[in-house]
Each structure stands twice: as structure tokens, then as C-alpha cells.
């Protein structure tokens, strides 16, 4: 077979795509404030889990495609401290959206659960 | 935006590329004989839950991308009732990689949800 590492990481990879998109939504949908991407990734430092898989570099990817589907929307501002930040608010559209996802998460990781403690 | 629908059937797809390869290897690794796909997808079909993210054709390919990887090992016998049927068991590294796709599988939960509920 492919080495060890190589199925973990593929199988990893198809997990995180999906989740990845839920939680930088969720995460943006709660500030108080626009946020740029080092932010996001503090507040995802800050849940103690495993976030080895949401790293900047795969991250920013995500947070193009939920702006390129009209769920973000993002403006460039300079920084008195390093290059122009790029700050996400969530839009309308990306509340109902999100509110949509948790039910479709919770569903998934329901359905998926029922299967393994079958 | 792209409509509900489209960003809706994105983010469940992505979800369920990584949930799907899990559940099925999950599934066949218990099986006492070789499953068809038939077999596989009436297992899906009692769990009761919402199954509609796996439909034959959405799951076949998982199947064979889990056997590509040397995961899952199949033979092809003829039935009395129709077509040959593609008989499907674990391997020895489909066990293993059973066992940690399932943490993998409970770490990513408990980050999503550590984030969602924070």
C-alpha cells in the first residue's frame, strides 16, 4: 500500500476541507470586529486541541473560497507594524450559511458516530 | 453568492470525502465475509440516520480509492441473480489504518466542536 503516512495524510486532508471552512466561519461570525488571518489562527490556538492541521498555509485558502462564495468579505488596511492586513467580517448570507453548516456537521458527525458504536 | 444550495452541497461534500472512506472501511472491517456493494450501502441504509450523502454512485469510488491504497482487497464472483458482484474485505494495513483514522476521526470532532462551542 502507500506508506503509512501517506493514507493518514490524504484521509486528514479530505476531514479538515470540510471543517475547516465551518470553523473559520464560526470563528469570524463571532467577532465583535474584523479579523486577520493571524488573529483567526490565535483563536484557534486557543482551543488546546490538536490544530496542527489548520495552519496558516492551509487556512488562507479557505478563507478565499468562503470570500469568493459570498460568505466573507474582506478589505486590505496598512499596518503601522508590517505589510497591509487583510481583516474578514462574515456577511449575511455567510450567518445563514453557517447556521446551515452546524446542522449539516452535527448530522454528518451523528450519522458517522451511529456507525462506529454500531 | 453562488445560491444556498451550491455553497450547502460544497461544504457537505467536503465533509463527507473524509467521513465516507472511515465509515466504510469501518463497516467492512466487522463484516464476518466479504461484502458487495449492496450489502455495504443496506448497513449505511440501518443506521437510521440521514444516509442520503451516500448513494451508490457517490460511494463505489471511495471503495476503490480505499482499495488503490491497499486498504481494502476484492474479488469479482459471478451471482445467480445478476451481474458478478465485486466482494470487498479489510486488509491487514486497512485494520491498522482503521484504528488510527478513528482518533484522527475523534480529534478533528473535538477540535470542530471545541471551537463551536467556545
Same mark, same amino acid.
Given at each position: 500500500?502507500? *506508506?503509512?503516512?501517506?493514507v493518514d495524510?490524504k484521509f486528514q486532508k479530505e476531514l479538515n476541507?470540510g471543517v475547516? !471552512?465551518?470553523?473559520?466561519? *464560526?470563528?469570524?461570525?463571532?467577532?465583535?470586529?474584523?479579523?486577520?488571518? &493571524?488573529?483567526? !489562527?490565535?483563536?484557534?490556538?486557543? +482551543?488546546?486541541q490538536d490544530? +496542527?492541521f489548520?495552519?496558516?498555509? %492551509?487556512?488562507?485558502?479557505?478563507?478565499? +473560497? $468562503?470570500?469568493?462564495? /459570498?460568505? $466573507? %468579505?474582506?478589505?486590505?488596511?496598512?499596518?503601522?507594524? /508590517?505589510?497591509?492586513?487583510? &481583516? &474578514?467580517?462574515?456577511?449575511?448570507?455567510?450567518?445563514? !450559511? $453557517? !447556521?446551515?453548516?452546524? %446542522?449539516i456537521w452535527t448530522a454528518t458527525k451523528n450519522f458517522a458516530d451511529s456507525i462506529l458504536r454500531s
Open positions: 500500500m502507500e *506508506d503509512e503516512n501517506s495524510k476541507s475547516a !471552512a465551518l470553523v473559520l466561519l *464560526d470563528i469570524v461570525s463571532r467577532a465583535e470586529q474584523p479579523m486577520y488571518g &493571524y488573529q483567526i !489562527a490565535n483563536m484557534i490556538g486557543e +482551543s488546546k490544530v +496542527s489548520i495552519k496558516q498555509g %492551509t487556512f488562507y485558502p479557505v478563507l478565499h +473560497s $468562503l470570500e469568493n462564495n /459570498g460568505l $466573507l %468579505t474582506s478589505r486590505v488596511e496598512p499596518s503601522v507594524s /508590517g505589510p497591509p492586513r487583510r &481583516y &474578514y467580517s462574515i456577511t449575511p448570507d455567510g450567518n445563514q !450559511a $453557517l !447556521a446551515r453548516w452546524k %446542522t
